[in-house]
Each structure stands twice: as C-alpha cells, then as structure tokens.
C-alpha cells in the first residue's frame, strides 16, 4: 500500500512541474474575442497599472494557441490518474 502511495505521489509531483513549466511558457493575460460582421477578432487581455489593456492578436497564431491552451487547461488535469 505504501509503494502505490509513493508512487501516486511521484506521479503527482511531475504532472505539477509539467503543469507550471507549461505556464511559465504561456502569454500574458487571457484570452477573449467578438465576432463581427461574420468574423472573429482575438484579443489578448492585460491588466497592468490598474487598467485594461486589450491587444488585437488575429496575426499572432501562436498567441492565441498560448492564451486558448492556458485558458482550457484546468489544474485538475494534472490530477487525474489513469488507473
């Protein structure tokens, strides 16, 4: 029972550094959009100094990737266990 534990726990312990090197990685801010005429606009959201900054980012692929996969990412990810 004890080795099962252990290894539950070691298990844990690597998705947790897996999870926060994939957020150190991430872009700032969060992710939003508005569909207009048909067409959706990416925005990356900052709040800095107390205000909000909203950033145009349709020509930013791999922004909106960073800011969609950190958004869709839940902490319980890391949590679950496949046996």
Known sequence: MREKIEKMLAELETRLKIANNELEICPEGTLSFVKRKG???????????????????????????????????????????AG
């Open 39 to 81: 067409r959706a606009t990416f925005f990356q959201i900052i709040y800095s100094g107390g205000k909000r900054l909203r950033k145009s980012i349709n020509k930013m692929p791999e922004v909106i990737r960073g800011l969609a996969r950190k958004e869709h990412k839940s902490p319980e990810d890391c949590f679950r266990f």
